[in-house]
């Protein structure tokens, strides 16, 4: 009997129709297009502006987007993680809600929270239901409404971040395609140099905070970018090496989108050519668990059954990881 591996079967994305434009945030902070596409690679990003309107509302349009590209019965789902760093509420689940908006009327359903790298991780956690045996289709959806908590008068993080949703389908399967193998990490130290500090329970909301603005996010961009440039490049040359892939087995690079310069450091590190790095930021910023299924989003009509693809992360936490990958269908 062959061995059950968990692969992508399906996927959907979904971004809103709003660009705020580099061009935009010049009239709105002191900064300029050359500054923030040399240090970021970034032109615009997508804000969702509806009132009322949350990250439940990003994660259920990209699931109705594969749902409809598929032709998937959302009875048929066993399970649904959503992976946000910008839940609707504190308490109630936006994965509950985006399983019943969709019609998931017989899934369990929870949320992922590990910043930057929380697709990822869902990844793993979706792989290891299906490896088990337990579950057949999980439906794996990475969304943030990043604007929710940026302050736009701050220039080192209003021109990073976007809005966005991203989802994929897990199933089981026979030839060996799908996650191979991962590397995963996490070390508390980094807590304190990327931050949305105020909100959670040990940092109430009071009338002084909100005033003081204590509860937008935070990021010390200096110590966050050389973490991030060292781990995100050290763990994808480790899953490498443990897997005897030199970089002509590879056929795509997915790394987060975070900043252009972080990628290329990766990609360098393993000696890839540009044109097997998936690259979306300069439309879309960082749209933190959104980046890795909008991209294979963006991708999918390029990527090939039995591809190599290289999954790599690094976030808030500090969070940080790398997955190989085989690709199991053609589109």
């Known amino acids: 009997m062959s061995k059950?591996?968990?692969?992508?079967?399906?996927?959907?994305?979904?971004?809103?129709?709003?660009?705020?434009?580099?061009?935009?945030?010049?009239?709105?902070?002191?900064?300029?297009?050359?500054?923030?596409?040399?240090?970021?690679?970034?032109?615009?990003?997508?804000?969702?502006?509806?009132?009322?309107?949350?990250?439940?509302?990003l994660a259920i349009k990209a699931a109705e987007d594969l749902i409809q590209?598929?032709?998937?019965?959302?009875?048929?789902?066993?399970?649904?993680?959503?992976?946000?760093?910008?839940?609707?509420?504190?308490?109630?689940?936006?994965?509950?809600?985006?399983?019943?908006?969709?019609?998931?009327?017989?899934?369990?359903?929870?949320?992922?929270?590990?910043?930057?790298?929380?697709?990822?991780?869902?990844m793993s956690t979706a792989a290891a239901y299906i490896e088990a045996g337990r579950y057949k289709k999980i439906l794996l959806i990475g969304a943030d409404k990043n604007s929710s908590f940026i302050n736009y008068k701050d220039r080192a993080t209003c021109i990073i971040f976007g809005d966005g949703g991203g989802a994929v389908l897990f199933e089981p399967n026979n030839e060996n395609l799908g996650l191979q193998d991962e590397i995963?990490?996490?070390?508390?130290?980094?807590?304190?140099?990327?931050?949305?500090?105020?909100?959670?329970?040990?940092?109430?909301?009071?009338?002084?905070?909100?005033?003081?603005?204590?509860?937008?996010?935070?990021?010390?961009?200096?110590?966050?970018?050389?973490?991030?440039?060292f781990n995100?490049?050290?763990?994808?040359?480790?899953?490498?090496?443990?897997?005897?892939?030199?970089?002509?087995?590879?056929?795509?690079?997915?790394?987060?989108?975070?900043?252009?310069?972080?990628?290329?450091?990766?990609?360098?590190?393993?000696?890839l050519e540009e044109s097997k790095v998936m690259m979306n930021i300069e439309k879309y910023g960082n749209t933190t668990s959104a980046t890795l299924p909008l991209l294979l989003s963006n991708y999918e009509s390029q990527l090939k059954k039995g591809d190599n693809i290289i999954f790599a992360a690094f976030g808030g936490g500090f969070t940080w990881g790398s997955i190989y990958f085989k690709w199991a269908y053609n589109s």
């Open 69 to 122: 590209k598929s032709n998937l019965d959302p009875k048929e789902i066993d399970l649904v993680i959503v992976c946000t760093a910008t839940p609707d509420m504190k308490a109630a689940s936006t994965a509950a809600y985006t399983a019943t908006q969709i019609g998931a009327v017989n899934a369990f359903s929870y949320d992922l929270e590990a910043a930057c790298s929380s697709f990822l991780f869902g």
């Open 4 to 57: 059950i591996t968990a692969a992508i079967t399906a996927v959907g994305g979904y971004v809103p129709d709003f660009v705020l434009t580099n061009k935009i945030l010049e009239t709105m902070v002191d900064t300029n297009d050359e500054w923030i596409t040399t240090r970021t690679g970034i032109k615009e990003r997508r804000i969702l502006k509806e009132e009322g309107k949350g990250t439940s509302f």
């Open 232 to 271: 995100m490049a050290d763990v994808t040359v480790r899953i490498m090496e443990r897997n005897n892939l030199k970089n002509d087995d590879i056929q795509w690079l997915a790394a987060h989108q975070a900043n252009k310069r972080i990628i290329d450091a990766t990609a360098n590190r393993i000696e």
């Open 184 to 229: 995963l990490r996490s070390n508390g130290v980094g807590r304190e140099f990327l931050q949305a500090t105020y909100g959670g329970s040990a940092y109430p909301i009071n009338e002084n905070t909100f005033k003081e603005g204590k509860h937008y996010v935070f990021q010390d961009g200096k110590t966050v970018f050389k973490n991030a440039v």
